[in-house]
């Protein structure tokens, strides 16, 4: 993957190829069938609705889940499963996945990293505050728990996983019993082999951008 990414990275015919592929629901299926996999989990990919401004976000992320609900997970609830898109900019976000959630069948959300609360140099990390208080809502212990697809996963966020705030136990005890990973981006052999025996593959999961 990473060569063919070197290889074809300013090719506009290339890409143009993978935009249809991206758009076109019935090819998806076709790839899926013709390499054996039974379901796909879908969402914005990166930058996501986290690096643009806030009122924007909010209505991007409304507007995006709705076309996937439409075009693919509403339509055909069999091989499509979807990850909602939330501005974590606004207190407010866990009114949209409330909603992905139980309205249009979506199975958690997706966030991609830190998110924009102003200008350039204006971010607010995943372990901070206003955001576990959002993902707590939905994510946590008071409602039925979802997942959520992120691209970071740091020592503060693991620690936070903890009941009391406190890391009561080790890193290893919180990574393999609240996460699972992905092979996203992971193309060396040498570190996927040490994330298997970590996390065991029942906690890895087989993702591509």
């Known amino acids: 993957m990473a060569g063919e990414h070197a290889t074809n990275a300013n090719d506009?015919?290339?890409?143009?190829?993978?935009?249809?592929?991206?758009?076109?629901?019935s090819l998806r299926i076709e790839e899926m069938d013709r390499c054996g996999i039974a379901m796909?989990?879908?969402?914005?990919?990166?930058?996501?609705?986290?690096?643009?401004?806030?009122?924007?976000?909010?209505?991007?992320?409304?507007?995006?889940?709705?076309?996937?609900?439409?075009?693919?997970?509403?339509?055909?609830?069999?091989?499509?499963?979807?990850?909602?898109?939330?501005?974590?900019?606004?207190?407010?976000?866990?009114?949209?996945?409330?909603?992905?959630?139980?309205?249009?069948?979506?199975?958690?959300?997706?966030?991609?990293?830190?998110?924009?609360?102003?200008?350039?140099?204006?971010v607010q990390y995943l372990d901070?505050?206003?955001?576990?208080?959002?993902?707590?809502?939905?994510?946590g212990v008071e409602r039925p728990r979802v997942p959520a697809f992120t691209r970071t996963a740091g020592a503060a966020d693991v620690r936070r996983l903890s009941s009391t705030g406190r890391q009561e136990k080790s890193m290893t005890h919180y990574l393999r019993e609240n996460f699972h990973l992905t092979t996203r981006g992971a193309f060396r052999t040498a570190g996927f082999l040490h994330t298997l025996l970590e996390v065991g593959a029942d906690h890895i999961l087989f993702t591509v951008d």
Request: charged share 20%.
């Open 40 to 122: 796909m989990v879908i969402s914005l990919n990166q930058p996501g609705v986290q690096a643009i401004p806030q009122a924007k976000a909010i209505q991007t992320a409304r507007r995006v889940n709705d076309e996937l609900a439409e075009r693919f997970v509403g339509a055909h609830p069999t091989p499509f499963a979807g990850f909602a898109a939330i501005a974590l900019q606004d207190v407010t976000a866990d009114d949209e996945l409330e909603s992905a959630v139980t309205q249009l069948g979506f199975k958690g959300a997706l966030i991609n990293g830190y998110s924009n609360i102003g200008g350039r140099d204006a």
């Open 12 to 25: 506009p015919v290339y890409f143009q190829d993978v935009q249809r592929k991206l758009v076109d629901v």
């Open 128 to 139: 901070e505050k206003p955001v576990w208080e959002i993902l707590g809502a939905r994510c």
